[in-house]
């Protein structure tokens, strides 16, 4: 399944691996490379039983902060009011490209929200919907400076956004179903 809108890198990841967690662990250190980003992480949740945590993060260094936990967590219903790209997500909106926190459209990026949980500068908020449903958060992010994200930054995202919601979903289904 050659594809050319992925580095060979990425496509490799995808072609070798066919188990969730593996794809995840050689991807997101990979895309990090790729996109030259400080962080990427996977939020991951049940569209369901409104479960979710942060289950894969890949960091340039230990300097940048890691906001893995290790339970699932009910997602609080107060969330979608205070972080408008997490309600983006929930209403399928196209992912959102973001250059600089601390001048983006406050109805887009919540600053303080964002300086609170996750400290970064620019980021992608991208959103991975399977079936109508939104069941995870691709998150590549920059500290300590803007980023205007290129034409092949969009490509790649696009891309895995089209590929990871099948592996997403049922790592999330085989994860919660233990609750």
Request: glycine share 2%; charged share 20%; proline share 9%.
């Amino acid at each position: 399944m050659l594809n050319s809108t992925l580095p060979s890198t990425l496509q490799e990841i995808l072609e070798k691996h066919n188990e969730p967690n593996a794809v995840f662990n050689a991807l997101l250190p990979a895309l990090g490379k790729e996109l030259q980003c400080d962080r990427c992480f996977l939020y991951l949740r049940n569209p369901e039983l409104k479960l979710g945590k942060i289950t894969h993060c890949w960091r340039r260094s230990s300097e940048i902060p890691n906001p893995m936990k290790p339970e699932w967590e009910p997602e609080p219903e107060s969330l979608p009011k205070e972080d408008p790209l997490f309600a983006a997500a929930l209403r399928k909106a196209p992912s959102v490209y973001v250059e600089d926190v601390e001048t983006a459209n406050p109805e887009v990026v919540n600053r303080e929200f964002e300086r609170k949980n996750f400290g970064h500068r620019a980021l992608i908020h991208s959103h991975l919907v399977w079936n109508n449903e939104l069941w995870g958060i691709l998150q590549p992010c920059v500290f300590g400076n803007n980023r205007v994200w290129s034409a092949l930054d969009h490509a790649i995202v696009t891309e895995l956004e089209n590929q990871l919601p099948p592996l997403v979903a049922a790592y999330v289904q085989a994860a919660t179903n233990q609750h």
